[in-house]
């Protein structure tokens, strides 16, 4: 007879609170999903250089419509905290100084995903359609494809488009347009 040992689940407040007193470092790659802290991969250039272009391009089209954040938590309720590569979110004017962002505040999220693909997609994905996140946009880097989740309906997305170089992106929870070749640019490499 098999035995089930009993996980502790941790919380956000733990989240920090581990922190705060040095079991977890400030700069330790990790988020909390669904109580449990998770590594994160370590970022590499090519990585790197599409959040920040992805950035870029965002807070050109949207101005003070809304906030373009960068690899910056979104707290989806007690036990979950992930850091998206990209979000948009509602515009406060003290940039969330108290709090992270929540679900309802949240217009798109972003995942670049190069060696990540998978876990984005079976774990991360999930997390945002329980959270009703309005859209999100997983970037598979290596075939140069944005696969887009809309319309969040009991835990998962019924709604899937693939766009790739040559298409445009519609944004529908914060209306914008996007062309997927200026996501990439020119070839991605590993």
Not at 36 to 62: D, F, G, Q, Y
Not at 109 to 137: F, G, H, M, N
């Amino acid at each position: 007879m098999a035995v089930q040992a009993q996980r502790k689940l941790f919380t956000v407040s733990d989240f920090y609170k581990m922190a705060e007193v040095g079991i977890l470092d400030w700069d330790d790659r990790v988020e909390l999903i669904h109580g449990e802290i998770l590594e994160m991969s370590p970022i590499n250039s090519p990585h790197a250089k599409i959040v920040a272009r992805l950035t870029r391009i965002l807070n050109a089209i949207l101005g003070e419509r809304a906030l373009v954040r960068g690899q910056c938590p979104i707290q989806i309720d007690e036990y979950s905290e992930p850091e998206p590569d990209v979000s948009v979110v509602e515009f406060q004017i003290d940039e969330y100084e108290d709090q992270h962002p929540r679900p309802e505040e949240v217009y798109l999220l972003i995942e670049a995903s190069d060696s990540t693909l998978q876990r984005d997609r079976k774990l991360k994905l999930p997390l945002y359609a329980e959270a009703a996140i309005p859209e999100v946009w997983i970037l598979d880097m290596k075939n140069q494809i944005v696969e887009v989740y809309t319309n969040p309906e009991n835990g998962k997305y019924q709604k899937v488009l693939k766009a790739q170089k040559g298409d445009t992106l519609h944004c529908t929870s914060l209306p914008f347009e996007l062309e997927v070749e200026r996501i990439f640019g020119r070839k991605y490499t590993k």
